[in-house]
């Protein structure tokens, strides 16, 4: 059963734009989200979090934005710049769980010149 | 500072065959989790270890088990490989206790085990 779920599997913006990737998730325990980003060959790296208290946190380039009513969490990167191109995962925690994350199934996002 | 290694990068293995993957933290990082992530989906948690103890354990087949060390290393060993086991494991460490709150993890470029 999957509790997290993203469902573009890509997205393409042009250079300078907005990117915007969605995630959708249905555990209202759930506590604590983040964003990684993925390069081929290499481990999904940490981008940005939000926790449950708060509906926005903000960090240079990248917006993440929490509508715990709506069981919704999004991630905004302006400008958007072709280095961005990446697999983007979401994930959330169960309170108390300590690390055991929950994973999206990634959308890959590319940036166009 | 080196980062989460794990080793080794790729590995071919054959049905019923055993399998050790391994992992160091990043230094000063006390918990370890892994997690397989298969073509196509996110990431799945399987082991949490903390101070080399188990905290965590995702819906995984006793054909899983972990183990950490006293230097905080880790390893995931996987008995009798079936096909369904080909994925790439992730190895991430964490600063904090698994306790604590908002504590990112940080992960290894993987290993990726093909079963044939």
């Known amino acids: 059963d999957q509790q997290v779920k993203q469902n573009s599997p890509s997205l393409s913006v042009q250079e300078g734009r907005i990117s915007i990737l969605n995630c959708d998730y249905t555990?209202?325990?759930?506590?604590?989200f983040l964003w990684y980003k993925k390069y081929p060959a290499e481990g999904p790296t940490f981008l940005i979090s939000?926790?449950?208290?708060?509906d926005k946190n903000e960090d240079g380039r990248f917006t993440v934005f929490l509508n715990k009513s709506a069981k919704h969490l999004s991630l905004h990167i302006v400008p958007s710049q072709p280095g961005d191109s990446a697999v983007y995962f979401c994930a959330a925690e169960l309170s108390n769980t300590g690390n055991q994350f929950y994973f999206g199934t990634g959308t890959s996002l590319t940036v166009i010149p | 500072d080196a980062g989460v290694t794990q080793s080794p990068t790729h590995l071919i293995k054959t049905r019923g065959q055993h399998v050790t993957l391994r992992c160091s933290p990043i230094?000063?990082?006390?918990?370890v989790s892994w997690y397989q992530q298969v073509l196509g989906q996110g990431p799945q948690f399987i082991f949490q270890?903390?101070?080399?103890?188990?905290?965590g354990r995702g819906n995984f087949p006793d054909r899983f088990s972990a183990r950490q060390f006293p230097n905080y290393s880790s390893e995931l060993n996987v008995n009798a490989l079936l096909l369904g086991d080909s994925a790439l494991y992730l190895c991430?460490?964490?600063?904090?206790?698994?306790?604590?709150?908002?504590?990112?993890?940080?992960f290894g470029n993987g290993t990726r085990l093909t079963v044939t």
């Open positions: 939000i926790s449950s208290i708060k």
């Open positions: 230094s000063g990082h006390k918990s």
């Open positions: 270890y903390y101070e080399k103890e188990e905290r």
């Open positions: 555990n209202s325990m759930f506590d604590y």
């Open positions: 991430a460490s964490s600063l904090f206790p698994p306790s604590s709150y908002n504590s990112p993890l940080h």
